[in-house]
């Protein structure tokens, strides 16, 4: 069964700041990898994801996430965080069949950003 | 612009009642759409999978009686929450599309009084 582990519930940064929220994951092969966003009552919005290749993967607002098989990882970074960037975050696994599949995800990071 | 459309974004409903929830897709079909549930500060938990011309299947410890899965089109899945009560006030969410192109609904906002 795939599995997500967000290990850090809330995070707080100073606005330009640096940031990384982690994510480890648990599969049998090769997963989708995704990271959302979600502002208080509104849905979820696709920051970046993860299938092959590259395996630092750029994404929207200047987030990138990078792959590492040895350490079942896919942790979420961006070198000067804005306040706006204030949100929960979530980090989510998928199977790559090829059509819709059902995502698992992370229990979230929340984001927390001082002026 | 938004691909999924989910509707209402907020219900506020009496305790027995029922609430209809619609996920529609915009501008290409699925047959296959996604339910979550997300409890406040947590995460989402798939509720089931709704398959256009079949009945849903719904994941462990999900009452299929209590939520009904429609998916009659396309374009179109609805999950309604039958005698609606106050432990089943949450914040719904439905998906659709492949893998590589997944596309969320806003939510919805369900408050059982």
């Known amino acids: 069964a795939q599995s997500v582990t967000q290990p850090d519930i809330h995070i707080t940064v100073s606005e330009g700041a640096s940031l990384e929220l982690r994510c480890n994951y648990s599969?049998?092969?090769?997963?989708?990898l995704f990271w959302y966003v979600q502002s208080p009552g509104q849905g979820l919005q696709l920051l970046l994801k993860?299938?092959?290749?590259?395996?630092l993967v750029q994404g929207i607002k200047g987030f990138e996430a990078e792959f590492k098989r040895s350490q079942s990882s896919f942790n979420l970074r961006k070198p000067s965080v804005h306040w706006s960037d204030a949100a929960e975050y979530f980090c989510?696994?998928?199977?790559?069949?090829?059509?819709?599949?059902?995502?698992?995800f992370g229990t979230g990071t929340r984001l927390q950003v001082t002026l | 612009g938004a691909v999924v459309s989910q509707h209402p974004s907020r219900v506020i409903c009496k305790s027995g009642t029922s609430v209809k929830i619609e996920c529609r897709s915009l501008?290409?079909?699925?047959?296959?759409m996604f339910w979550y549930r997300q409890f406040p500060k947590q995460s989402l938990m798939l509720m089931a999978t709704?398959?256009?011309?079949?009945?849903?299947?719904?994941e462990q410890g999900v009452e299929k009686d209590k939520f009904l899965i429609n998916h009659a089109s396309l374009t179109l899945s609805t999950l309604t929450v039958t005698s609606a009560h106050p432990e089943d006030s949450s914040f719904y969410i439905c998906?659709?599309?492949?893998?590589?192109?997944?596309?969320f609904g806003s939510g919805t906002q369900l408050s059982v009084l």
């Open positions: 998906s659709a599309g492949r893998t590589e192109k997944l596309f």
């Open positions: 599969y049998g092969a090769t997963p989708y």
């Open positions: 993860y299938f092959s290749g590259d395996t």
């Open positions: 989510a696994v998928g199977a790559p069949t090829g059509t819709a599949s059902k995502l698992t």
């Open positions: 501008d290409f079909q699925a047959t296959t």
């Open positions: 709704s398959n256009e011309g079949s009945k849903a299947t719904y």
